[in-house]
């Protein structure tokens, strides 16, 4: 079956640490997103791509980095410059970017400063 | 600019009674609208969306919500709720390259 698929689902980083959290997609669907969820804030955008090789940052991208050399997969970097990481990672993915197309998420990935 | 404004951080119903969680919207292009389910430690589902036509849409799991340009609100409602649906429950607009969602509302369903 296509999907969503994150990795690790849960991930323990030490003070100074960059961490990379994976996701990959078998939908064949051109656009990925990154978002941050914490309590009560909802989702916030961290990165989004189009298309391969080309990606735009969404409203809290500082401190994180992202690559799209796949179409399948969008790994999201957290590196030490993030001060709060802390946090739970929604990757999610549409057919195309724009009007109509809903997303289709993964399962996530709790993030933990130690 | 799009943006979704969710009413209710929080709303407790007991268990069999109705629900209706807000949502108001808005948007300066056409509008799409979603409603987003999320499980404990899970990611979001789709539970039902409203991209043209009727203006009332379901869900399999008996939630509907319904359109409203005039009020600019596209409020979820389900008549008799079932403790499986506690989770919380997310509103969203699609806008020119990507989805703004609500900061969401957690549905506690009291014994």
């Known amino acids: 079956d296509g999907g969503i698929t994150q990795s690790p689902k849960y991930l323990f980083r030490k003070e100074g640490q960059n961490v990379t959290l994976s996701c990959e997609q078998n939908l064949n669907h051109d656009a990925m997103y990154w978002y941050r969820q914490d309590p009560g804030q909802g989702l916030r955008l961290i990165y989004y791509s189009q298309i391969v090789n080309d990606f735009q940052k969404g409203d809290i991208a500082e401190g994180y980095s992202v690559s799209r050399e796949k179409k399948e997969s969008f790994p999201l970097t957290v590196t030490s410059a993030q001060k709060n990481p802390t946090a739970f990672y929604l990757c999610a993915s549409s057919i195309q970017p724009g009007a109509g197309y809903g997303y289709t998420f993964g399962s996530g990935t709790r993030l933990t400063v130690v | 600019a799009q943006s979704v404004t969710q009413l209710d951080s929080q709303v407790p119903v007991f268990e069999e009674a109705p629900v209706e969680l807000r949502c108001n919207y808005s948007s300066s292009v056409s509008v799409y609208l979603f409603w987003y389910v999320q499980y404990p430690n899970q990611g979001l589902q789709l539970l039902l969306k409203?991209?043209?036509?009727?203006?009332l849409v379901e869900s399999i799991n008996g939630f509907e919500a319904e359109f409203n340009k005039s009020q600019t609100s596209f409020h979820l409602r389900k008549p008799s709720v079932h403790i499986s649906d506690t989770a919380e429950y997310f509103c969203a607009v699609s806008g020119n390259d990507k989805i703004i969602f609500g900061k969401g509302t957690r549905l506690h369903i009291l014994p």
């Open positions: 409203y991209l043209s036509g009727s203006t």
